[in-house]
T-cell receptor, first 115, second 112 residues
Framework: NAGVTQTPKFQVLKTGQSMTLQCAQD?????MSWYRQDPGMGLRLIHY???????DQGEVPNGYNVSRSTTEDFPLRLLSAAPSQTSVYFC??????????????FGQGTRLTVV | AQSVTQLDSQVPVFEEAPVELRCNYS??????LFWYVQYPNQGLQLLLK??????LVKGINGFEAEFNKSQTSFHLRKPSVHISDTAEYFC??????????FGAGTILRVKS
C-alpha cells in the first residue's frame, strides 16, 4: 500500500516561476490537506478538501491554489514563487469516522527552495 | 481558535533515562489531541491520539501521554529512551480531527 505519495521530493525554483506539487493517495480517503513546515513554527495548514470538487482555505493560503477533481489527487499550485515560500510541504489524508475524522496520514514531503 | 505550546524546543537525555515532552493547548471547544514524530528527512508518523475515553493513552514505541483537561495539557512520556528515539516530536490539536493546529516541535536528542 503506497499511502500518500508526493512528487517531486526536491525542487528549486526561481522567483516568479510557477509549479505544481503533486499529491496522490490510494486509501480512498475523503479528506486531504496541504501543510507547510518552517523551522520553529511547526506545520501550518495551507488548503484542505473534504471531497472531490470541494476545497477551502487554511491558515496560510496566500500564493497557493488547489483543486480536487478526483478523490485520489490533490495538487498544490504555486502561482508566482517567492523566497518566502521556501519550505517543506506535506500532503496528508484522513477519512471520516462517527466523531469526525481520523488522524492525518502524511506523505514524505517536498522540499522547495525559491531563489 | 486553537493554539498549541510545546514548552521545550530541545530536550537532551541520556539513553535509558525517562523523558517527558510537554504540550499545553488553548481551545474554547473540546479537541482531539495528537502526538506525531518526525525522523530526519521523513514525513510525520502518528505516535498516539486522544479522541475520548481514558485520559491515559498508549502509543507506539513505548510512548504514552496523559490528557489533563483542567490543565489543558497533553504531555508525552517514555520511561526509558533509546538512541533510535532521537527525532522531532509535534503535538497537535483539532476540534474534529482535521485542520490540525501544531506546536512548534520539540527535538529529542538521546545521548549514549
Amino acid at each position: 500500500n503506497a499511502g500518500v505519495t508526493q512528487t517531486p521530493k526536491f525542487q528549486v525554483l526561481k522567483t516568479g516561476q510557477s509549479m505544481t506539487l503533486q499529491c496522490a493517495q490510494d486509501m480512498n480517503h475523503e479528506y486531504m490537506s496541504w501543510y507547510r513546515q518552517d523551522p520553529g513554527m511547526g506545520l501550518r495548514l495551507i488548503h484542505y478538501s473534504v471531497g472531490a470538487g470541494i476545497t477551502d482555505q487554511g491558515e496560510v493560503p496566500n500564493g497557493y491554489n488547489v483543486s480536487r477533481s478526483t478523490t485520489e489527487d490533490f495538487p498544490l499550485r504555486l502561482l508566482s514563487a517567492a523566497p518566502s515560500q521556501t519550505s517543506v510541504y506535506f500532503c496528508a489524508s484522513s477519512y471520516s469516522i462517527a466523531q469526525g475524522w481520523t488522524e492525518a496520514f502524511f506523505g514524505q514531503g517536498t522540499r522547495l527552495t525559491v531563489v | 481558535a486553537q493554539s498549541v505550546t510545546q514548552l521545550d524546543s530541545q530536550v537532551p537525555v541520556f539513553e535509558e533515562a525517562p523523558v517527558e515532552l510537554r504540550c499545553n493547548y488553548s481551545s474554547s471547544v473540546s479537541v482531539y489531541l495528537f502526538w506525531y514524530v518526525q525522523y530526519p528527512n521523513q514525513g510525520l508518523q502518528l505516535l498516539l491520539k486522544y479522541l475520548s475515553g481514558s485520559t491515559l493513552v498508549k502509543g507506539i514505541n513505548g510512548f504514552e501521554a496523559e490528557f489533563n483537561k483542567s490543565q489543558t495539557s497533553f504531555h508525552l512520556r517514555k520511561p526509558s529512551v533509546h538512541i533510535s528515539d532521537t527525532a522531532e516530536y509535534f503535538c497537535a490539536v483539532s476540534p474534529y480531527g482535521n485542520k490540525l493546529v501544531f506546536g512548534a516541535g520539540t527535538i529529542l536528542r538521546v545521548k549514549s
